[in-house]
């Protein structure tokens, strides 16, 4: 999330392995059971990575529109079924295609791995994709906001697996038209989580739209829970259970 790097070096020893996989603008950190960890794991999922952004890739290159959209756009039957799944995702929550890069690439991940270990937790520039066996806590960082690393989301196995994403109009190098210091989304789908996060990011200019923010959140079919911090504000709904760190 750019809401926090939570998980980074904070994985339990003994019941969780961890480790980083880096492809272009795909930055993981992924923590696993350890008695799943492999010293071949890492490189797998390097080249699972490496296969969907090429297939992205190589569509957008004869097809840019839907690369650079902002708004919905048709499902393209020969794009890639990741990239179909970002456009559907992206239509339900009124942006591009491409506000769902990282959470897909997080879920496709995590999709991955859950082959091999029972958990697992893949953090993607901040998009997370986890199921755990343990209750879980994602804190939140909402940059200058004096709310900013004072909570966190518990995160109960029983929601699990579970895409937690932000987008953020004041932190971080993604693109947002708001000014949202925090805007959080819980979903079943990563992919959704994303898209969704950044919608909600996109319609907070000031802490009087953070009501209006989660009204258009709840219609969103898919979406479990949402919270916006914005300034010294906070509002949040549905299946979100907050801690203070």
């Known amino acids: 999330m750019n809401a926090t790097r939570v998980y980074r070096g904070a994985a339990d020893g003994q019941r969780l392995t961890s480790f980083t996989v880096t492809v272009k603008e795909s930055d993981l950190w992924i923590a696993v059971s350890s008695s799943a960890y492999h010293e071949n794991l890492p490189s797998a999922v390097e080249k699972v990575i490496w296969n969907r952004r090429r297939k992205i890739e190589s569509y957008l290159a004869l097809n840019p529109a839907p690369g650079a959209s902002l708004g919905p756009c048709p499902v393209d039957s020969r794009a890639p079924e990741l990239f179909r799944r970002m456009t559907r995702a992206g239509n339900r929550a009124g942006v591009g295609p491409m506000a769902a890069v990282a959470g897909a690439i997080a879920e496709e991940a995590g999709a991955y791995l859950l082959g091999f270990s029972d958990e697992v937790i893949v953090e993607n520039g901040g998009d997370i994709f986890l199921k755990v066996s343990q209750p879980?806590?994602?804190?939140?960082?909402?940059?200058?906001?004096?709310?900013?690393?004072?909570?966190?989301?518990?995160?109960?196995?029983?929601?699990?697996?579970?895409?937690?994403?932000?987008?953020?109009?004041?932190?971080?190098?993604?693109?947002?038209?708001?000014?949202?210091?925090?805007?959080?989304?819980?979903?079943?789908?990563?992919?959704?989580?994303?898209?969704?996060?950044?919608?909600?990011?996109?319609?907070?200019?000031?802490?009087?739209?953070?009501?209006?923010?989660?009204?258009?959140?709840?219609?969103i079919e898919g979406v479990t829970g949402a919270l916006v911090i914005c300034d010294c504000e906070i509002a949040a709904w549905g299946d979100v259970e907050l801690l203070k760190t």
């Open 136 to 219: 879980a806590r994602v804190g939140i960082y909402a940059g200058n906001s004096p709310l900013s690393g004072k909570l966190a989301l518990q995160v109960n196995p029983s929601r699990a697996p579970l895409g937690v994403c932000t987008s953020s109009g004041t932190v971080g190098p993604s693109f947002s038209r708001g000014r949202a210091d925090a805007a959080v989304v819980l979903s079943a789908s990563t992919t959704l989580a994303d898209a969704a996060a950044t919608a909600l990011g996109n319609m907070v200019q000031d802490p009087g739209d953070l009501e209006t923010a989660l009204g258009f959140a709840r219609r």
